[in-house]
């Protein structure tokens, strides 16, 4: 019986990170953001209603959707953030699941789902272990505004879009404690792996 292990943090939490890290024991991952880049591209069901529901002005020159565009108009707007999520989830939770069969059925001992949103749209049945990624919310701050350059103001309204990460690590079964080092939190991750018997 393969181990599903359900992968969370919170915005630049340093979950891609962790995520990487499972390659060194051949543990497969099943990404979610992957994922929902893949259903919303051109010619998906998902991309013709994202463009039905908020128009033309969210597409690049090439039709592809404008991330960015479609970012500002749905974190300052909770009914249209809803509106999108009622689009993509059902999609991205479908594709997710077939790809986790289809690596059970493959063969793997362990099968890791990446997913940032894991709590938030309750999908914690579909795994067998919850494993969160947490940082200090400064920490997290200074991060997303580092990496993606906004503004104070931008990176809380995407922080404030989530469960607060103290709360995720609270429903976890397991934590790792991405403050220090990048070798550090490699250590807690194969102690757990361990533990739970999967190396």
Same mark, same amino acid.
């Given at each position: 019986? @393969?181990?599903?292990? !359900?992968?969370?943090?919170?915005? +630049?939490? $340093?979950?891609?990170? &962790?995520?990487?890290?499972?390659?060194?024991?051949?543990?497969?991952?099943?990404? @979610?953001?992957?994922?929902?880049?893949?259903?919303? +591209?051109? $010619?998906?069901?998902?991309?013709?209603?994202? &463009?039905?529901?908020? $128009? #033309? #002005?969210? *597409?690049?020159?090439d039709k592809?959707?404008? =991330?960015?565009?479609? !970012?500002?108009?749905?974190?300052?707007?909770? +009914?249209?953030?809803?509106? *999108?999520?009622?689009?993509?989830?059902? @999609?991205? =939770?479908?594709? /997710? *699941? %077939?790809?986790?069969? !289809?690596? &059970?059925?493959? $063969?793997?001992?362990? &099968?890791?789902?990446?997913?940032?949103?894991?709590?938030?749209? %309750?999908?914690?049945?579909?795994v067998d272990?919850?494993?969160?990624?947490?940082?200090?919310?400064?920490?997290?701050?200074?991060?997303?505004?580092?990496r993606d %350059?906004?503004?104070?103001?931008? @990176?809380? #309204?995407? /922080?404030? +879009?989530?469960?607060? /990460?103290?709360?995720?690590?609270? *429903?976890?079964?397991?934590?790792?404690?991405?403050? !220090?080092? %990048?070798?550090?939190?490699?250590? #807690?991750?194969?102690?757990?792996?361990?533990?739970?018997?999967?190396?």
């Amino acid at each position: 019986m @393969a181990l599903i292990i !359900g992968l969370t943090g919170s915005i +630049a939490s $340093g979950k891609s990170t &962790v995520s990487l890290m499972f390659d060194d024991y051949n543990i497969p991952v099943v990404d @979610a953001d992957k994922i929902s880049r893949e259903v919303v +591209a051109p $010619g998906e069901k998902a991309y013709d209603q994202i &463009v039905n529901t908020f $128009g #033309q #002005q969210i *597409l690049r020159e090439d039709k592809t959707i404008n =991330r960015k565009k479609l !970012g500002e108009i749905v974190f300052a707007d909770e +009914a249209k953030r809803n509106q *999108l999520n009622e689009i993509v989830h059902p @999609a991205v =939770r479908e594709k /997710i *699941l %077939k790809r986790r069969d !289809g690596y &059970v059925e493959s $063969g793997a001992t362990c &099968v890791v789902l990446d997913i940032p949103l894991l709590f938030e749209s %309750k999908l914690t049945h579909f795994v067998d272990k919850t494993l969160v990624v947490y940082v200090d919310e400064s920490v997290q701050l200074n991060r997303l505004m580092e990496r993606d %350059k906004y503004t104070e103001n931008e @990176a809380l #309204q995407r /922080i404030n +879009a989530q469960i607060p /990460i103290r709360e995720k690590a609270k *429903l976890a079964d397991a934590i790792i404690d991405n403050n !220090g080092t %990048k070798y550090q939190s490699y250590e #807690q991750l194969e102690k757990l792996l361990q533990e739970w018997n999967i190396i």
